[in-house]
């Protein structure tokens, strides 16, 4: 009876340790690619008095940039944001964010998922090219964009198919785990709209944050200047309150998605951060 008991707990462990290798390798490979044209940026911009009701930016401008992206999580491929559209006056991409792909060798259908910051054409010009993914958009901003008569500044022309209900959408009314494995998390961040969100993404390399417009540049962000066009003062706050604290405890850097300085933290297009 004892030899065939160590014989059992010796065949145990022995599949205990044949399963460990097996086990590490059901980690996601997870990747982040900043796509290299998202729209085309204007001369800079005076920001004191616009993009801060404390005025506390003297004459400092601003070159503000558009920047979307992409991420790989094994097999599935998110888009986040999907900026101007291609026949924007003045701010229009040169190269289309399908064409960008197809430069990683990725067709529109293969992207599961593409997720909203918020509701402004800047954030959603391109959304209309990928009807077969599903979009991950905050509540409120869901309701402006389906609303009778949509809001001035709310961009809801591209999003008919998912309006019709041809397409597939997942309103958030709180956070979302996409991948269900804690590596790329929807943040509800409101108040530079009603229901913003931002975008928390865990690499084997460290965390990255993707901020959509809850911030538009370093010195607002460390000032928390609030735009005279928010949405709520408050609400937007505690936002950058949140994504401070959430950067702090996940060691995550922080990307101003308007700020060149902080888009060009993450690897030049076509190369992702890993």
């Known amino acids: 009876m004892y030899r065939n008991l160590c014989l059992l707990l010796t065949g145990l462990c022995a599949n205990v340790f044949m399963c460990l290798p097996a086990l590490a390798q059901t980690k996601p490979e997870i990747s982040l690619t900043r796509f290299a ?3 085309t940026p204007q001369a800079p911009t005076e920001v004191n008095q616009r993009f801060s009701d404390i005025y506390a930016y ?3 401008k601003i070159q503000f940039t558009f920047s979307c992206y992409l991420i790989k999580h094994d097999n599935d491929y998110m888009l986040w944001d999907t900026g101007h559209s291609m026949a924007a006056p003045n701010v229009a991409p040169k190269e289309s964010i399908v064409d960008q792909l197809a430069r990683l060798g990725v067709k529109p259908e293969q992207v599961k998922y593409v997720g909203i ?3 402004h054409a800047d954030h959603t010009g391109q959304v209309a090219s ?3 993914s599903t979009l991950l958009i905050g509540a409120r901003e869901w309701d402006a964009i389906t609303a009778p008569k949509p809001a001035t500044g709310v961009n809801h022309a591209p999003f008919e198919g998912w309006k019709k209900g041809e397409n597939k959408v997942e309103p958030l009314e709180l956070d979302k785990d996409v991948f269900e494995d804690g590596s790329v998390i929807v943040l509800r961040t409101p108040g530079h709209t009603p229901g913003h969100q931002a975008l928390l993404v865990k690499l084997q390399s460290g965390a990255y944050i993707l901020s959509g417009d809850a911030v538009h540049f370093q010195e607002n962000y460390n ?7 928010n949405y709520d003062r408050s609400q937007t706050v505690a936002s950058m309150e949140r994504i401070k604290q959430l950067a702090a ?4 850097q922080l990307i101003i998605q308007h700020d060149a300085r902080d888009v060009a933290k993450l690897p030049a297009f076509p190369a992702g951060a890993k």
């Open 58 to 60: 003297g004459g400092l």
């Open 37 to 39: 044209d998202c729209g």
């Open 130 to 132: 990928f009807p077969k």
């Open 223 to 229: 000032a928390f200047g609030v735009p005279a066009f």
């Open 117 to 119: 910051s918020h509701y």
């Open 249 to 252: 405890a996940q060691k995550a």
